[in-house]
């Protein structure tokens, strides 16, 4: 039985290229926490926990990622089986509920592992390759309307087709609008959503989206706040436009209840927020039971987190609208040693064993924030 004999914890600060503003925050940096994990075996994985607005709207920080890995989560595992993944996550759950985040991190660095074991890639794991490629959605910033349109047009002419506009800081004739000039901007042959990070109560939710519908929306993304059920779904039965859950669907209970409550037509499903790919696998597998389809959200992930979400996305049937693994066009730098492929709009899902990316650790040592940590069994 392989055991696990050490890991290994750093955090790296990244910036971007241009400020991203959501109604949640202002994204200047992206904070990641990165997890190696070591074997008896020899056999290393890596996994991540990242941050673009400083918090993971549940609490967690870096800083508190890595002292619940250090005092509760590093502890429960060592010398544990990392292949056995689901025993893995309930030492985890039963050392410390919630902080998904920091167990998000483990998660992905024993999947990796079980991969490199087996000599096969992560989505195997998950239910095979149901795809090869995901189409990638773009997310403007809120900001003033011509900077919007400019960028829209510019990513447009990089080759995307899959548009999302932040709303919610401003005023509602102000996002309508935004929207209606990407529209007219970029034509008809591409896909325009919205994404409001519960920035509206019911009528104004109500409102901005059927004055968006005009131009084309394919959805609207939580609109309302993401305990409000009860609004969302009354959203939802005033509009044409499909609505997505996301802040309301962080545990795979709460997917659940979106389901029963008939809240969304779509789900945004994040590898780091439920846990990691276990428990995200599960809201994919439970949405496509109920009918709603879902894409794969976007929290500024490094490679590692990115390549997760490829993995999730190529072995879900349920997860086919474009997804948001985009970071490494946003990030100033990003800490793999090659980028991920895109080709024709979309992200080439990794064929390699496990994550089947590997760390440039220069760039680690480049980005660092703090002190490195390491833990042995």
């Known amino acids: 039985m392989m055991k696990i004999t050490q890991v290994n914890v750093v955090s790296t600060k990244i910036p971007v290229i241009r400020t991203h503003e959501m ?18 075996e020899g056999i290393v994985g890596i996994g991540e926990a990242p941050h673009m607005v400083g918090h993971s709207q549940a609490g967690e920080t870096p800083w508190t990622v890595r002292v619940v890995l250090r005092d509760k989560l590093i502890p429960a595992i060592l010398g544990k089986d990392p292949t056995n993944i689901q025993g893995i996550q309930a030492a985890m759950d039963l050392a410390v509920p919630g902080n998904d985040r920091a ?3 483990i998660n992905l660095a024993v999947y990796d592992i079980t991969g490199k074991a087996l ?22 910033p809120i900001g003033e309307v011509d900077e919007i349109v400019r960028e829209a047009e510019d ?20 996002d309508v609008e935004a929207v209606k000039r990407v529209r007219q901007a970029v ?5 325009i959503r919205a994404d409001a990070n519960q920035a509206y109560d019911v009528r104004g939710g109500i409102k901005v989206t059927n004055a968006m519908a005009e131009w084309g929306l394919e959805y609207m993304e939580q609109p309302v706040a993401g305990w409000d059920l009860e609004g969302m779904a009354q959203v939802r039965a005033s509009t044409s436009v499909p609505i997505m859950a996301d802040e309301s669907i962080k545990s795979v209970r709460a997917a659940y209840d979106v389901a029963r409550m008939k809240a969304a037509d779509y789900f945004s499903i994040y590898v780091c927020s439920p846990g990691g790919l ?13 009918g709603i389809f879902g894409y794969v959200g976007g929290a500024l992930e490094s490679i590692i987190g990115s390549s997760a979400g490829l993995h999730l996305a190529a072995s879900s049937p349920g997860i086919s609208l474009g997804c948001e693994m985009g970071s490494q ?12 492929e895109m080709k024709d709009g979309a992200l080439v899902v990794p064929d390699g064993p496990g994550l089947g990316v590997t760390i440039d650790d220069r760039k680690i040592a480049k980005y660092m924030v703090g002190q490195a940590e390491q833990f042995k069994a």
Do not use: C
């Open 103 to 105: 167990k998000s991190s």
């Open 119 to 140: 000599n096969t890639p992560v989505y195997n794991l998950l239910g095979g390759k149901y795809r090869s490629a995901v189409p990638l959605s773009w997310s403007l």
């Open 155 to 174: 990513m447009y002419g990089r080759g995307w087709r899959i548009l999302k506009l932040k709303t919610g800081r401003r005023s509602l004739e102000h």
């Open 187 to 191: 034509g008809e042959d591409v896909r």
């Open 329 to 340: 066009y946003l990030l100033a730098d990003d800490i793999g040693t090659e980028p991920l």
């Open 278 to 290: 276990i428990n995200s696998k599960k809201i994919a597998v439970l949405g496509e039971a109920a």
């Open 23 to 40: 109604n949640i925050g202002t994204t200047r940096h992206q904070e990641l926490v990165v997890v190696r994990v070591f074997t008896d």
